[in-house]
């Protein structure tokens, strides 16, 4: 029998695991609960079994860590880089960010990314694959066990498009929200994609409380295909019209981000094209000025992203300015890539 990682099991997995090699059932709980809430590293640390049921384990099981390579911190916004290696030596980044009382994890979910937004650093290293779902959960277990024990938030907006990996997203964020794993509220918990429209569909379809943001960046097909090829396939009508099913049947409102790039999407008309689209629905705009990445892009001037926000804010009262820290770190979004 091969070893199986237990972590990345949810409940009733652990429960079929200790069925399997004549455990009893009771041990799932036991092993869920030091694996997600107390984040032990190994089973050496979990004090409360015996030494028959350690070597038992040893046998049929472990638990695979992702090794922390480098922290970097941003000294004014306090920002956090992590730099992980992962059991294949791939390489992954996470951003641990503070903003008042919210302590927010921004998870990635891909090494790479396959979706080729043209700002964006992670898309520059195209797919290298998706992260298993202990990849996922380690990254909370391990910023949370030794930096930030009170995590408040949770982004899927590090590396990689999460619908792109939708089941163990999914699971993760489930076993995040778990009031015996994470306990973190399902609506603290954002997803955020590209467009990715058959799983935006199943998003919905499966009735998640998770919250949903989608990546718009441009008021026009045109443009939105020049920055994101995946619009050619799923373009903005056809995301909108999903965002209606959305609004039927679900009370949170979408997010809908918007990379402000120079010349590009930043005028006083794209702003007023901006809140003529969303004026029907149930959703915000979240703006975020281009972060410098090795693209030809510009991040706007202080003015214009201020002019551009005003022009919004007038149309509508649902557009507010992501001005995260940790650029001077390469950790701000759209900065995360490793070289692998
Ligand atoms: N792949 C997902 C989530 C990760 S990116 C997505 O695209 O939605 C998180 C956000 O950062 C997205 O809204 C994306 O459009 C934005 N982004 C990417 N590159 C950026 C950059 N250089 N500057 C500012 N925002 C960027
Ligand atoms: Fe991928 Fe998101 Fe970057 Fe686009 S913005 S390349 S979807 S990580």
Not at 90 to 119: M, N, P, W
Not at 191 to 220: C, M, R, W, Y
Not at 297 to 303: A, H, I, M, S, Y
């Amino acid at each position: 029998m091969e070893k199986t990682n237990l972590k990345g099991l949810n409940l009733t997995q652990l429960e079929n695991f200790f069925e399997k090699i004549g455990e009893k059932k009771f041990r799932a709980t036991q092993m869920f609960l030091w694996i997600y809430n107390k984040k032990a590293k190994s089973f050496d640390e979990m004090t409360n079994l015996s030494k028959k049921t350690k070597t038992k384990l040893d046998e049929f099981a472990f638990i695979e860590n992702i090794e922390l390579v480098e922290v970097k911190i941003d000294e004014i916004s306090k920002t956090h880089k992590f730099l992980f290696r992962l059991a294949d030596g791939r390489k992954i980044e996470s951003v641990l960010l503070y903003d008042g009382k919210r302590k927010t994890i921004c998870v990635s979910s891909q090494v790479g990314c396959a979706v080729d937004c043209k700002f964006c650093a992670t898309g520059k290293m195209g797919l290298l694959r998706n992260l298993t779902l202990s990849e996922i959960l380690d990254q909370i277990i391990v910023i949370s066990r030794d930096f930030e024990t009170e995590i408040t938030n949770i982004v899927f907006m590090g590396m990689g498009e999460p619908f792109h990996n939708y089941n163990n997203v999914i699971e993760s964020a489930k076993i995040l929200c778990d009031p015996q794993a994470f306990s973190i509220s399902q609506r603290k918990i954002t997803i955020s994609t590209s467009g990715v429209l058959p799983k935006i569909q199943k998003f919905i379809e499966e009735e998640h409380n998770f919250k949903l943001a989608i990546s718009l960046n441009a008021t026009d097909n045109l443009t939105r295909t020049a920055l994101m090829p995946l619009n050619e396939k799923w373009q903005i009508e056809t995301i909108f019209a999903e965002i209606q099913k959305y609004n039927k049947t679900n009370r949170n409102r979408v997010t809908l981000e918007y990379v402000l790039l120079a010349g590009i999407n930043d005028t006083d008309e794209d702003a007023k094209k901006l809140a003529k689209w969303i004026k029907d629905y149930n959703c915000k705009i979240n703006v975020i000025p281009y972060n410098p990445t090795n693209t030809d892009f510009e991040r706007p001037t202080k003015e214009r992203i201020e002019k551009f926000m005003a022009v919004l804010g007038k149309a509508t009262p649902s557009a507010t300015l992501r001005n995260t820290g940790g650029r001077q770190i390469q950790a701000a979004c759209g900065q995360l890539a490793t070289t692998n």
